[in-house]
Protein backbone atom coordinates (compact mmCIF):
# COMPACT_ATOMS: atom_id res chain seq x y z
CA UNK A 1 0.00 0.00 0.00
CA UNK A 2 0.83 3.59 -0.33
CA UNK A 3 3.36 4.87 2.19
CA UNK A 4 3.18 8.07 4.46
CA UNK A 5 5.95 9.74 6.23
CA UNK A 6 5.31 12.97 8.59
CA UNK A 7 8.19 14.80 9.92
CA UNK A 8 9.32 16.27 12.28
CA UNK A 9 7.08 13.50 14.63
CA UNK A 10 6.93 16.28 17.51
CA UNK A 11 7.63 20.12 17.47
CA UNK A 12 7.39 22.74 20.20
CA UNK A 13 7.36 26.33 19.71
CA UNK A 14 6.84 29.73 21.37
CA UNK A 15 3.59 31.77 20.84
CA UNK A 16 4.48 33.78 17.68
CA UNK A 17 6.50 31.51 16.15
CA UNK A 18 5.91 29.83 12.79
CA UNK A 19 6.56 26.78 11.48
CA UNK A 20 6.23 24.19 8.34
CA UNK A 21 4.97 20.19 8.24
CA UNK A 22 5.91 17.47 5.97
CA UNK A 23 4.37 15.04 4.37
CA UNK A 24 5.97 12.81 1.88
CA UNK A 25 4.06 10.15 -0.14
CA UNK A 26 5.35 7.19 -1.98
CA UNK A 27 2.56 6.85 -4.97
CA UNK A 28 0.37 9.01 -6.87
CA UNK A 29 -2.90 10.41 -4.97
CA UNK A 30 -6.27 11.92 -5.83
CA UNK A 31 -7.11 13.05 -2.55
CA UNK A 32 -4.59 15.16 -0.06
CA UNK A 33 -5.94 16.21 3.53
CA UNK A 34 -4.26 18.01 6.31
CA UNK A 35 -6.05 17.62 9.66
CA UNK A 36 -5.88 18.82 13.29
CA UNK A 37 -7.05 16.69 15.73
CA UNK A 38 -8.23 18.62 19.72
CA UNK A 39 -7.38 17.26 22.44
CA UNK A 40 -11.12 15.46 22.55
CA UNK A 41 -9.88 13.30 19.57
CA UNK A 42 -12.53 15.66 16.83
CA UNK A 43 -10.83 15.53 13.75
CA UNK A 44 -10.68 19.31 11.85
CA UNK A 45 -10.56 19.23 8.69
CA UNK A 46 -7.66 21.86 7.34
CA UNK A 47 -6.83 21.66 3.86
CA UNK A 48 -8.21 19.46 1.01
CA UNK A 49 -5.06 20.07 -1.09
CA UNK A 50 -4.05 17.24 -3.71
CA UNK A 51 -2.04 19.88 -5.51
CA UNK A 52 -1.30 23.32 -5.54
CA UNK A 53 -1.09 25.93 -2.96
CA UNK A 54 -4.19 27.05 -0.51
CA UNK A 55 -4.33 29.73 2.14
CA UNK A 56 -6.99 30.13 5.49
CA UNK A 57 -5.70 32.80 7.75
CA UNK A 58 -2.70 31.80 9.75
CA UNK A 59 -2.75 28.49 7.93
CA UNK A 60 -1.27 27.73 4.41
CA UNK A 61 -0.42 24.83 2.47
CA UNK A 62 1.42 23.39 -0.72
CA UNK A 63 1.56 19.73 -2.62
CA UNK A 64 3.58 19.06 -5.18
CA UNK A 65 2.06 16.40 -6.51
CA UNK A 66 5.08 15.87 -9.07
CA UNK A 67 7.43 15.42 -6.43
CA UNK A 68 4.77 13.51 -3.67
CA UNK A 69 5.02 15.79 -0.74
CA UNK A 70 2.64 18.34 0.71
CA UNK A 71 3.53 21.09 2.97
CA UNK A 72 1.56 22.68 5.82
CA UNK A 73 2.87 26.09 7.05
CA UNK A 74 1.51 27.43 10.52
CA UNK A 75 2.27 31.10 11.33
CA UNK A 76 1.93 33.32 13.99
CA UNK A 77 1.09 30.24 16.65
CA UNK A 78 -1.06 30.45 19.00
CA UNK A 79 -1.12 28.02 22.35
CA UNK A 80 -5.00 26.80 20.41
CA UNK A 81 -2.81 25.12 17.56
CA UNK A 82 -1.34 22.68 19.77
CA UNK A 83 -2.44 19.10 19.30
CA UNK A 84 -1.70 16.54 16.67
CA UNK A 85 -1.72 17.47 12.97
CA UNK A 86 -2.27 14.33 9.97
CA UNK A 87 -1.76 14.36 6.59
CA UNK A 88 -4.02 11.69 4.89
CA UNK A 89 -3.51 10.46 1.35
CA UNK A 90 -6.56 8.66 -0.73
CA UNK A 91 -3.98 6.67 -3.62
CA UNK A 92 -5.17 6.86 -7.23
CA UNK A 93 -7.30 4.00 -8.55
CA UNK A 94 -10.93 3.04 -8.50
CA UNK A 95 -10.79 0.40 -5.76
CA UNK A 96 -9.09 2.87 -3.43
CA UNK A 97 -11.65 5.50 -3.78
CA UNK A 98 -12.63 7.32 -0.18
CA UNK A 99 -10.09 5.21 1.66
CA UNK A 100 -7.31 7.48 3.63
CA UNK A 101 -4.33 6.71 4.58
CA UNK A 102 -3.00 8.37 7.41
CA UNK A 103 0.82 10.01 8.40
CA UNK A 104 1.94 9.10 12.00
CA UNK A 105 1.15 12.70 12.69
CA UNK A 106 3.16 15.72 13.96
CA UNK A 107 2.33 16.34 17.88
CA UNK A 108 2.82 20.27 17.86
CA UNK A 109 3.21 22.23 20.95
CA UNK A 110 2.57 25.75 21.78
CA UNK A 111 3.53 27.31 24.73
CA UNK A 112 2.38 30.89 26.21
CA UNK B 1 -19.41 19.71 4.82
CA UNK B 2 -21.02 16.69 6.44
CA UNK B 3 -22.23 16.82 9.73
CA UNK B 4 -21.65 13.27 11.58
CA UNK B 5 -22.87 12.20 14.85
CA UNK B 6 -21.68 9.02 17.13
CA UNK B 7 -23.11 7.20 19.94
CA UNK B 8 -21.96 6.45 22.31
CA UNK B 9 -19.14 9.17 22.69
CA UNK B 10 -17.10 7.00 25.32
CA UNK B 11 -17.59 3.91 26.89
CA UNK B 12 -15.91 1.44 29.57
CA UNK B 13 -16.71 -1.89 28.57
CA UNK B 14 -15.62 -5.47 30.34
CA UNK B 15 -13.40 -7.67 28.20
CA UNK B 16 -15.50 -10.57 26.57
CA UNK B 17 -18.43 -8.48 25.92
CA UNK B 18 -19.29 -6.17 23.20
CA UNK B 19 -20.31 -2.80 22.11
CA UNK B 20 -22.01 -1.52 18.97
CA UNK B 21 -20.99 2.18 17.75
CA UNK B 22 -23.65 4.05 15.91
CA UNK B 23 -22.91 6.50 13.05
CA UNK B 24 -25.31 8.91 11.45
CA UNK B 25 -24.87 11.34 8.75
CA UNK B 26 -27.42 14.74 8.01
CA UNK B 27 -27.91 13.72 4.13
CA UNK B 28 -27.28 10.32 2.04
CA UNK B 29 -23.67 9.34 1.56
CA UNK B 30 -23.02 6.16 -0.46
CA UNK B 31 -20.16 5.17 1.44
CA UNK B 32 -19.36 5.47 4.86
CA UNK B 33 -15.77 4.74 6.53
CA UNK B 34 -15.07 3.01 9.93
CA UNK B 35 -11.11 3.75 11.06
CA UNK B 36 -9.52 2.93 14.52
CA UNK B 37 -7.29 4.85 16.40
CA UNK B 38 -4.91 3.03 19.08
CA UNK B 39 -3.56 5.33 22.13
CA UNK B 40 -0.77 7.03 20.86
CA UNK B 41 -1.30 6.35 17.24
CA UNK B 42 -2.64 6.93 13.78
CA UNK B 43 -6.05 6.44 12.52
CA UNK B 44 -6.19 2.74 10.28
CA UNK B 45 -9.42 2.15 8.08
CA UNK B 46 -10.56 -1.06 8.80
CA UNK B 47 -13.69 -1.17 6.59
CA UNK B 48 -16.20 0.56 4.15
CA UNK B 49 -19.81 0.40 4.75
CA UNK B 50 -21.80 0.13 1.38
CA UNK B 51 -25.61 0.27 1.53
CA UNK B 52 -27.28 -2.78 0.50
CA UNK B 53 -23.94 -4.92 0.38
CA UNK B 54 -21.44 -6.35 2.97
CA UNK B 55 -18.94 -4.00 4.23
CA UNK B 56 -15.44 -4.82 2.91
CA UNK B 57 -12.42 -5.52 5.52
CA UNK B 58 -9.11 -4.01 5.55
CA UNK B 59 -6.40 -6.56 5.50
CA UNK B 60 -5.72 -7.16 9.43
CA UNK B 61 -10.03 -6.67 10.54
CA UNK B 62 -12.11 -9.45 9.80
CA UNK B 63 -16.33 -9.56 10.03
CA UNK B 64 -16.44 -11.64 12.89
CA UNK B 65 -14.98 -9.39 14.78
CA UNK B 66 -16.32 -5.99 13.52
CA UNK B 67 -19.23 -6.68 11.97
CA UNK B 68 -21.19 -3.76 10.31
CA UNK B 69 -24.74 -3.06 9.36
CA UNK B 70 -25.77 -0.23 6.57
CA UNK B 71 -29.26 0.23 6.74
CA UNK B 72 -29.87 3.08 4.90
CA UNK B 73 -28.23 5.82 3.29
CA UNK B 74 -27.58 8.21 6.73
CA UNK B 75 -26.98 5.38 8.80
CA UNK B 76 -24.20 2.88 9.60
CA UNK B 77 -23.02 0.71 12.84
CA UNK B 78 -20.08 -0.76 13.72
CA UNK B 79 -20.00 -3.88 16.77
CA UNK B 80 -16.49 -4.70 18.40
CA UNK B 81 -16.96 -8.28 19.96
CA UNK B 82 -15.94 -10.19 22.41
CA UNK B 83 -13.83 -7.39 23.37
CA UNK B 84 -9.75 -7.31 24.94
CA UNK B 85 -7.94 -4.80 26.67
CA UNK B 86 -6.21 -4.38 22.99
CA UNK B 87 -9.77 -3.02 21.19
CA UNK B 88 -9.71 0.14 23.39
CA UNK B 89 -9.50 2.99 21.15
CA UNK B 90 -11.26 5.57 19.35
CA UNK B 91 -13.20 4.24 16.83
CA UNK B 92 -14.58 7.28 14.29
CA UNK B 93 -16.43 7.02 10.93
CA UNK B 94 -15.65 9.35 8.07
CA UNK B 95 -17.98 9.68 4.93
CA UNK B 96 -17.16 12.60 1.76
CA UNK B 97 -18.56 15.64 2.45
CA UNK B 98 -20.96 18.17 0.18
CA UNK B 99 -18.00 20.12 -1.15
CA UNK B 100 -16.57 21.04 -4.45
CA UNK B 101 -14.30 18.37 -3.62
CA UNK B 102 -16.39 15.24 -4.24
CA UNK B 103 -13.94 13.03 -2.57
CA UNK B 104 -12.97 15.14 0.41
CA UNK B 105 -13.56 13.43 3.65
CA UNK B 106 -14.93 14.58 7.31
CA UNK B 107 -15.26 12.75 10.25
CA UNK B 108 -17.46 11.73 13.00
CA UNK B 109 -16.26 13.21 17.02
CA UNK B 110 -15.25 9.29 17.56
CA UNK B 111 -15.96 7.04 20.26
CA UNK B 112 -13.57 6.22 23.08
CA UNK B 113 -13.79 2.44 24.07
CA UNK B 114 -12.24 1.21 26.93
CA UNK B 115 -11.35 -2.07 27.58
CA UNK B 116 -11.04 -3.60 31.54
Known amino acids: GIQVEQSPPDLILQEGANSTLRCNFSDSVNNLQWFHQNPWGQLINLFY???GTKQNGRLSATTVATERYSLLYISSSQTTDSGVYFCAVERSGGTSYGKLTFGQGTILTVHP | SAVISQKPSRDICQRGTSLTIQCQVDSQVTMMFWYRQQPGQSLTLIATANQGSEATYESGFVIDKFPISRPNLTFSTLTVSNMSPEDSSIYLCSVEGRTSAYNEQFFGPGTRLTVL
Open chain 1, 49 to 51: IPS
